[in-house]
């Protein structure tokens, strides 16, 4: 027989702050070094994009 939880784990509870998305929204203004890093990885992924489209295409 599967044991019952009868409350949440202490690994698994979010945090208090936690607000799930859509909620939250948007990053924080304190994670402005971590939205600079996925800005970058996201115009490197494009060039990346860009060059293997032009590639096929020629």
Same mark, same amino acid.
């Given at each position: 027989?599967?044991? !019952?939880? /009868?409350?949440?784990? #202490? !690994?698994?509870? #979010?945090?208090?702050? =936690?607000?799930?998305? #859509?909620?939250? *929204? =948007?990053?924080? #203004?304190?994670? !402005? ?11 490197? /992924? *494009?060039?990346?994009?860009?060059? !293997? ?6």
């Amino acid at each position: 027989m599967a044991a !019952t939880l /009868t409350s949440p784990s #202490p !690994t698994t509870t #979010p945090p208090a702050s =936690y607000v799930p998305w #859509p909620a939250s *929204g =948007y990053l924080r #203004p304190e994670d !402005t070094e971590l939205a600079e890093r996925v800005d970058a990885l996201t115009q490197h /992924t *494009g060039q990346h994009r860009q060059s !293997t489209h032009d590639q096929r295409s020629a």
